[in-house]
């Protein structure tokens, strides 16, 4: 099953919300399994966007801060198996230094 969420940043806040944003800053496309590896550390981001995995629309500079928005995952953090772990765990992970200045809208849409 395919998945749409997104997330708005403003203020050094985190909002996330299922189902498509009217008009995201970013839209970031790829299959869920690879998305998860991603989350995972076991893909590379930047090699699963050469490779055409990852998809990107709109503002690049957004894609570029996307890293430092999240906490990195430990090496002793259990693996993450759905979309809906990352989106429960988005504002746990959320690093409010990482949005200072920001107002954006990232949208996922991922498929299966």
Known sequence: ?????????ANEAIEVQTGAH???NITISMKESDYLDMINGKLNGQMAFMSGK?????DMGLAMRLQGLFTARG???????SVQQVIDGSADS????GAKGMDAVFQFDLSD
């Open 1 to 9: 099953m395919a998945t749409q969420y997104y997330f708005h940043i």
């Open 22 to 24: 009217a008009s995201p």
């Open 54 to 58: 990852l998809k990107i629309s709109g």
């Open 75 to 81: 090496s002793d953090d259990p693996e993450v198996t």
């Open 94 to 97: 959320f690093n409010k230094a």
